[in-house]
């Protein structure tokens, strides 16, 4: 049996998520979430580290929910299973990253307020005999999808 790991990460949107979709129509969003440790030097005064940026991809409603809901500066609670893509540059380099594959994510309430809203869904229905993979609602991410 395999876990994968998981990992929870504190920080702000670095830019507005974009919802984008897949060749068969399944919503996905690319986003990264900056952090940045702080800490008290021996003075008191407050001494910030290296920021950590993650880069995260979400599927389906909630990355419709993320771009409906979030923009550039929101502070965000993401939680995820810890991922590495590779891939090979146009030179034959091979290269790979590690970005977190989103399950969940919330706005953090340490400083800001949020309301909240139920989205209700229905599955779509297909018509005129589409294929089984036409479905965004159940088929699986496209193997070609750009990398985190």
């Known amino acids: 049996m395999s876990i994968d790991p998981t990992m929870v990460i504190v920080g702000n949107l670095t830019e507005d998520p974009e919802l984008r979709f897949s060749p068969n129509g399944t919503a996905w969003t690319v986003f990264t979430v900056a952090h940045n440790k702080r800490r008290r030097d ?3 005064n407050w001494v910030d580290g290296d920021p950590l940026f993650m ?4 599927w389906r409603e909630i990355a419709e929910n993320i771009a409906a809901s979030l ?3 929101s502070r965000v609670v ?3 299973r810890l991922e590495q893509s590779h891939w090979e540059t146009a030179t ?3 290269r790979s990253s590690y970005g977190l594959a989103v399950d969940d994510l919330g706005p953090s309430l340490k400083f800001a307020t949020a309301t909240t809203k139920k989205v209700t869904r229905t ?3 297909t ?3 589409g294929a089984a993979g036409d479905d965004p609602w159940t088929s699986e991410p496209v193997d070609n999808e750009p990398p985190f």
């Open 92 to 94: 034959g380099e091979k």
């Open 55 to 58: 880069r995260c991809k979400a």
């Open 123 to 125: 599955k779509p229905t």
């Open 71 to 73: 923009t550039r500066g």
């Open 78 to 80: 993401v939680s995820g």
């Open 127 to 129: 018509t005129g005999g």
């Open 42 to 44: 021996k003075a008191g």
